[in-house]
Structure formats: C-alpha cells, structure tokens
C-alpha cells in the first residue's frame, strides 16, 4: 500500500506536468514541468522524501527499461539513421566536446570563487588573532 501511495504522489506530479505542457505556450516536456513541480515540492517540504523515496529509488535503479521503447523506435526507423548517421555522430561529438568544456570552465570558477573565500577567511582570523 506504502508503494501505491508513493506511485501516486509521482504519477500525480507526472500528470499536472502533462496538463501545464498542453495548456503552455512554451514547448517544454511534460515530464520536466512535473519533475520541476515534485523538486520545488519536496523543497518546501509539502511532501516529505519519504512518500516518494522509495518508488523513486527504484524507478532510478530501473531506468534502463524506459529506454528500451526509444531504442526499439530507433531500430524501426534504422533506414532514415543510416542515411545521417554520419552528423548525429559529428553533432554527439561536438556537443560533448563542449559540455566538457563547459562544466571544466564552471568548476575552475566555483573552486577559484571557493578559494578566495577559504584566503580571505584565513586572513581574517589571522588578524583577529
């Protein structure tokens, strides 16, 4: 029953998400508005982690089987892939080479940020000392 309850809580979220996507001007998926809504709801904690953790664990240890459907629509559609492949794998190539370029740029800035913080509470306490 405790799983039910948890299933409900993410369908419901999943569902509201859905709803705001049809009714929203802006094309963003369904899944991510209900996603979104479930985070800032746990974050102010109208509903707590435990009523959704469970499920939630074991929908994330499962993930693969909800790409199994993608995959399958691949393999169906494998003629017109064949024809492009050669830019998806470009396009994956580039992209991914920028978001590791990217997320490095962010880290060295955060940990630069963190690393004047650390100096300038060091040089603080030395003074007070």
């Known amino acids: 029953m405790r799983q039910l309850k948890q299933l409900f809580w993410i369908f419901l979220f999943s569902f509201i998400g859905e709803f705001l996507s049809l009714i929203s001007p802006v094309a963003i998926p369904g899944s991510v508005i209900g996603m979104v809504l479930l985070f800032i709801a746990l974050h102010f904690k109208w509903i707590k982690l435990v009523q959704v953790e469970e499920v939630g664990n074991w929908l994330t240890d499962n993930m693969a ?4 459907p993608a995959g399958v629509g691949l393999m169906t559609n494998f003629n017109i892939l064949g024809d492009i492949w050669w830019q998806l794998l470009l396009t ?32 603080m306490a030395k003074e007070s000392i």
């Open 92 to 123: 994956v190539l580039i992209t991914t080479t920028l978001m590791i370029g990217f997320v490095a740029y962010v880290v060295q800035w955060f940990k630069r940020r963190t690393d004047r913080k650390l100096e300038t509470t060091a040089s």
């Open 65 to 68: 089987i909800f790409f199994v």
